[in-house]
């Protein structure tokens, strides 16, 4: 529970039910994960065994269906604070069926959910089945203050990881040896672990989703570092800066300086009223411009917050409108296969009237 804002999550919860009464949805099936501690705090692991919280659109208390082996105090008085009444059931139970009969109508289930239960769920439900990317995404896409602070919070910390590169990122060392060492930088700097490391060093560069191995770092070699991890509460970092192993090429040094303004033009780009989609172009058409189109093959960015990856997504077309506390990656890269890649990723809000970065270090080619 936040202490500062101990309405947070029934207001979440009736943020849900307002946007599901909207759209015309009846029921919210909410899966555990990271719709279920959005909405109540609770951290549970997803298994075979079924925990789904069913939020009726209007009317009756929310129901918490969960295996009775997990029905802690904790879980009780997270049930309580949001009003949900708790429905334990034992091993032997067909779950799916007792989640099924308490629905009807349009059913929203969380995107999370497996097939496992989600088949059984469609069969056995008096109605319609739908994502709830139109519902939950929909509402965790905008961030209230707190979380925006959380936000900026772990993209300082991951920035601080940043400043210290040159003490981990040296020729002679592996990218694994580099990774361990950035690992331990990670944890220093209290993010509870390191979510991802890519140390994607020369050819490695233009693998967008290389992670570490045993090649050697060598002089002249340009390396992409992307790496984040989460606060205790949940919010993530994700930043990636490009550095040179000496002075870069005339050609690396001005394909980097188009990535960068690519990148200054896509965050410049980003305001309220605004679709998602012309945050993608703003960069999709400067590289283009500059004769690196090609070479980007990947979206923009995504939206970030409990989530690593979650809604908005920064691709071409998309038409998510921009509202205040949307909070998104903005990372265009350029990958000339077999040779060398860069990229450059910060983490941006949408605020009132524009944008705040909240990641804020050196964008440049860093020379190390
Ligand atoms: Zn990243
Ligand atoms: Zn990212």
């Not at 069969?123 to 959380?150: P, W």
Request: charged share 25%; net charge negative; hydrophobic share 40%.
């Amino acid at each position: 529970m936040n202490a500062d804002a101990p309405d947070l999550y029934p207001n979440r919860l009736d943020a849900v039910r307002a946007r599901a009464r909207e759209i015309g949805i009846d029921h919210v099936v909410v899966y555990s994960g990271e719709d279920m501690a959005y909405l109540t705090g609770l951290r549970m692991e997803s298994h075979e065994r079924l925990t789904a919280l069913v939020i009726p659109a209007a009317g009756d208390a929310p129901l918490l269906i969960l295996p009775s082996l997990e029905l802690t105090d904790p879980v009780r008085r997270a049930a309580e604070q949001v009003g949900a009444t708790v429905h334990p059931w034992a091993d032997g139970t067909d779950a799916v069926a007792l989640v099924a009969g308490k629905v009807s109508g349009r059913v929203s289930v969380s995107t999370a959910m497996p097939a496992l239960h989600l088949v059984p769920l469609q069969q056995g439900v008096d109605g319609e089945v739908v994502l709830a990317s139109d519902v939950i995404d929909h509402v965790r896409a905008v961030k209230n203050a707190h979380e925006v602070g959380e936000l900026a919070e772990a993209a300082r910390r991951i920035d601080a990881v940043h400043e210290r590169m040159g003490e981990f990122l040296q020729v002679g060392r592996t990218e694994s040896e580099v990774g361990e060492l950035i690992t331990a930088a990670i944890e220093a700097v209290g993010l509870t672990h390191a979510e991802f490391v890519i140390v994607g060093s020369g050819p490695h560069g233009a693998d967008p989703h290389h992670g570490v191995s045993d090649r050697v770092v060598q002089a002249g070699d340009v390396v992409v570092v992307d790496i984040g991890g989460p606060l205790p509460s949940g919010y993530h970092s994700d930043c990636t800066r490009t550095y040179s192993m000496g002075e870069p090429s005339g050609q690396v040094a001005r394909d980097y300086a188009a990535l960068q303004e690519a990148q200054r033009l896509a965050r410049e780009a980003v305001r309220p009223g605004v679709a998602i989609g012309e945050v993608d172009a703003a960069a999709r058409e400067y590289l283009a411009a500059t004769g690196l189109g090609e070479r980007f093959i990947h979206r923009t960015g995504h939206g970030i917050g409990l989530g690593l990856h979650e809604p908005p997504f920064v691709a071409p077309g998309a038409d998510t409108v921009l509202a205040e506390g949307m909070t998104f990656s903005v990372e265009p890269g350029i990958y000339l296969d077999g040779h060398w890649g860069a990229r450059l990723e910060d983490i941006v809000a949408v605020t009132a009237d524009g944008r705040r970065d909240l990641n804020n270090g050196e964008r440049g080619l860093r020379v190390l």
